[in-house]
Nanobody, 123 residues
Framework: QVQLVESGGGLVQTGGSLRLSCAAS????????MAWFRQAPGKEREFVSA????????DYADSVKGRFTTSRDNAKNTGYLQMNSLKPEDTAAYYC????????????????WGQGTQVTVSS
């Protein structure tokens, strides 16, 4: 079993930045690919980014490419999502998730989830 705890969310103005963290405990963090998803009120959960076990591969939703960067520090059992040039449409609860499978972007393919952290971008 793996436990995930997100942090770093908050209220920020349009154009601002936030850095989300995902702290893992339990099984070996480095054994899993990690992803970030988000869910806005009344909308389905959507893929944001993914990173391979060793960090050598990343993938992003078109809506965040060039603005968001995902990374991980396996020695610290922690993943990150650096979010720059934030827009009001980025407002959502952000979740980190782990999967034993590589290169996945569907939420059904992720086995472990955190509780989420809220990001609100004011216009």
């Amino acid at each position: 079993q793996v436990q995930l705890v997100e942090s770093g969310g908050g209220l920020v103005q349009t154009g601002g930045s936030l850095r989300l963290s995902c702290a893992a405990s339990g099984r070996t963090f480095s054994s899993y690919a990690m992803a970030w998803f988000r869910q806005a009120p009344g909308k389905e959960r959507e893929f944001v980014s993914a990173i391979s076990r060793n960090g050598g591969w990343t993938d992003y939703a078109d809506s965040v490419k060039g603005r968001f960067t995902t990374s991980r520090d396996n020695a610290k059992n922690t993943g990150y999502l650096q979010m720059n040039s934030l827009k009001p449409e980025d407002t959502a609860a952000y979740y980190c998730a782990l999967s034993p499978l590589y290169g996945r972007t569907r939420s059904e393919e992720y086995a472990y989830w955190g509780q989420g952290t809220q990001v609100t971008v004011s216009s």
